[in-house]
Nanobody, 115 residues
């Protein structure tokens, strides 16, 4: 099992920025894909973004051109840079690691966008 530790969440005003981090307990070069889901109150968990080992990225339409996902293999850490945040981005953000044979999850970090 891979341990994933998220950080970087918090309270930010609309239009602000946050950077989420997800640190893995193993070398992330051995992980097929990593990414982020989020869950807003009363809503289903939705995929926000993912990055495949090859570097290919994917984004939900609602965050395209505002969020950027990246990986730092030397630090075994994945990031989600979130710019121009909107109230509808509020939710708990969960990091995941897809190793093909299993998927591991972080504990979640709260992001609240409010004035």
């Amino acid at each position: 099992q891979v341990q994933l530790v998220e950080s970087g969440g918090g309270l930010v005003q609309p239009g602000g920025s946050l950077r989420l981090s997800c640190a893995a307990s193993i070398s992330i070069t051995s992980i097929y894909a990593m990414g982020w889901y989020r869950q807003a109150p009363g809503k289903q968990r939705e995929l926000v973004s993912l990055i495949i080992r090859t570097g290919t990225t994917n984004y939900a339409d609602s965050v395209k051109d505002r969020f950027t996902i990246s990986r730092d293999n030397a630090k075994n850490t994945m990031y989600l840079q979130m710019n121009n945040l909107k109230p509808e981005d509020t939710g708990v953000y969960y990091c995941f690691a897809n190793r093909i044979v299993a998927t591991d999850w972080g504990q979640g970090t709260q992001v609240t966008v409010s004035s």
